[in-house]
């Protein structure tokens, strides 16, 4: 396996494979990792990611727990709240961190430093040949790879691949700080019960600026500020300008400025996410504006999901066929939480004032009646083709089971089977399927036996980046799995 670029994407990547046992080179064209924040938001499911790769622990001092996101009218007031605040953990982990991107990094590169299977070449630049990827003086061939090399990726230039542009782009300043002290926020007359905006990622929807108030780890904090018609982007990231668009939040508190940058918030995704034994991941396939929060949690769900197909593939238990299924899983998802992006984006950067008061309105009235979602987590969609069973294909439940540690803590990495009973199936010898009965001396909090019951369902079949496969028999299951993985292709080889 080859991996192109060495950011949280490539990195993720290399450690999921690098635990699976698998030889993988990881190239990346600098030599150390980029100093300055980019990324600043993970959600429960990366947190479940990094548990499974056993680096949660090391990770959590370098994050910051905190409890969703708020948007304001332009009176100030609540219009959209999609908090935590005293709400349940079905996943384990809290919905929302945000942290350092330069730590994380650090972290995952420490990660797969674990594995000896896996060789980091750092300081060249990689080009795609074929099967081969030429890095500096040396040819390297593998039979897939995988493009994680952002935005602008060459390798999906150097294929031709081109970028459906979803029609939103939007001029932002970004402007990183630590700050000696909390943020002062106007009062905020309806405030929900708990919530603290301290802890919230807080978009101000104000036509006379837009603005975003993001609490980072530690002393970290950002803003973003939307640029208006006319403005220059040099001239906004002036000190004199930097000082006026952030003062009024400090209210005189000491602070020191990490980094000032122009953005513009695209909306794109790639029209081919493979091609031969190319894969594209990360913002090499997609581009997501920053509204939720999403966009390297996208990258980090291609990683995980490819990953663990890769991983059939290469040990012979799979036909390549199943790597197909990569794209039709991960586009409708990244499509959906887009599309939820663009249309907040478009709200949010409203600058005619009648036109905020209307929208103003019309959110706090979805809020009262319960139209809209309890919390950003809750837009990942399903899988609703692919490698799943019909019906199936949403993020599975991790309570804490037994001895008080977490579900995945119990299981080995790999495929689960949940079931009422134990089972003989020829497939969990094969693949090394985990299988646990779900009775009342292990499921100790119910919550396996109520998604059981809620889905009438003897058994769940959990995938490795713990998607459900499918609910129903446990026979039924493994026989509908089996055939998914053992195609014709491969049963010729057999």
């Given at each position: 396996m080859i991996i192109i670029g060495c950011g949280p994407v490539g990195a993720t990547a290399a450690n999921l494979l690098g635990q699976a046992g698998h030889a993988v080179a990881i190239v990346d064209q600098f030599t150390d990792v980029f100093t300055l924040p980019r990324a600043v938001h993970i959600d429960h499911e990366m947190m479940r990611l990094f548990q499974n790769l056993g680096l949660a622990e090391s990770l959590l001092p370098h994050m910051r727990e905190t409890q969703g996101h708020m948007h304001l009218g332009a009176d100030g007031d609540v219009i959209r709240y999609m908090g935590s605040a005293g709400k349940p953990r079905p996943y384990g982990w809290a919905n929302d961190y945000f942290f350092y991107q330069p730590e994380l990094e650090a972290a995952l590169r420490d990660g797969f430093r674990r594995f000896g299977n896996v060789e980091f070449i750092q300081g060249v630049r990689a080009t795609v040949e074929g099967d081969e990827v030429i890095a500096g003086n040396r040819r390297l061939r593998a039979r897939y790879i995988i493009a994680c090399d952002g935005a602008r990726s060459p390798t999906r230039e150097g294929l031709g691949i081109e970028l459906e542009d979803l029609l939103f782009e939007e001029a932002w300043l970004v402007v990183d700080a630590n700050v000696d002290g909390p943020i002062s926020f106007p009062a905020i007359?309806?405030?929900?019960?708990?919530?603290?905006?301290?802890?919230?990622?807080?978009?101000?929807?104000?036509?006379?600026?837009?603005?975003?108030?993001?609490?980072?780890?530690?002393?970290?904090?950002?803003?973003?500020?939307?640029?208006?018609?006319?403005?220059?982007?040099?001239?906004?990231?002036?000190?004199?300008?930097?000082?006026?668009?952030?003062?009024?939040?400090?209210?005189?508190?000491?602070?020191?400025?990490?980094?000032?940058?122009?953005?513009?918030?695209?909306?794109?995704?790639?029209?081919?996410?493979?091609?031969?034994?190319?894969?594209?991941?990360?913002?090499?396939?997609?581009?997501?504006?920053?509204?939720?929060?999403?966009?390297?949690?996208?990258?980090?769900?291609?990683?995980?999901?490819?990953?663990?197909?890769?991983?059939?593939?290469?040990?012979?238990?799979?036909?390549?066929?199943?790597?197909?299924?990569?794209?039709?899983?991960?586009?409708?998802?990244?499509?959906?939480?887009?599309?939820?992006?663009?249309?907040?984006?478009?709200?949010?950067?409203?600058?005619?004032?009648?036109?905020?008061?209307?929208?103003?309105?019309?959110?706090?009235?979805?809020?009262?009646?319960?139209?809209?979602?309890?919390?950003?987590?809750?837009?990942?969609?399903?899988?609703?083709?692919g490698l799943v069973a019909p019906g199936a294909g949403e993020r599975f439940v991790q309570p804490r089971v037994a001895d008080g540690r977490l579900l995945d803590d119990i299981m080995p990495r790999g495929f689960v089977l949940l079931s009422r009973r134990a089972v003989e199936h020829p497939l969990i010898g094969q693949l090394g399927i985990a299988q646990q009965v779900v009775d009342a001396a292990f499921d100790t909090t119910g919550a396996l036996g109520d998604a059981l019951d809620r889905h009438q369902a003897e058994a769940v079949l959990l995938r490795p980046d713990r998607y459900v496969y499918g609910w129903g028999t446990a026979d039924h299951l493994l026989d509908l799995l089996s055939a998914q993985l053992a195609p014709q292709e491969l049963r010729l080889h057999a």
């Open positions: 007359p309806s405030l929900p019960a708990g919530a603290d905006p301290q802890q919230l990622s807080v978009m101000t929807c104000d036509p006379r600026r837009p603005a975003t108030i993001v609490p980072g780890r530690g002393a970290h904090r950002r803003w973003e500020f939307m640029l208006l018609p006319g403005e220059s982007e040099t001239a906004i990231v002036e000190p004199a300008s930097i000082e006026g668009l952030i003062g009024p939040w400090l209210q005189g508190c000491a602070y020191e400025i990490v980094r000032t940058a122009t953005y513009r918030f695209n909306a794109r995704v790639a029209k081919q996410w493979r091609q031969g034994p190319v894969f594209l991941a990360g913002d090499a396939a997609h581009q997501t504006p920053p509204f939720f929060g999403q966009g390297m949690c996208h990258g980090l769900r291609d990683a995980a999901n490819l990953s663990f197909k890769l991983d059939l593939v290469l040990r012979g238990l799979a036909g390549d066929s199943v790597l197909d299924t990569y794209q039709p899983e991960r586009e409708p998802q990244v499509r959906h939480v887009i599309g939820a992006a663009v249309a907040a984006g478009r709200y949010i950067c409203e600058l005619d004032p009648a036109k905020a008061s209307e929208r103003d309105e019309t959110l706090r009235r979805r809020q009262r009646e319960g139209q809209d979602i309890a919390t950003a987590a809750d837009l990942i969609a399903p899988y609703a083709q």
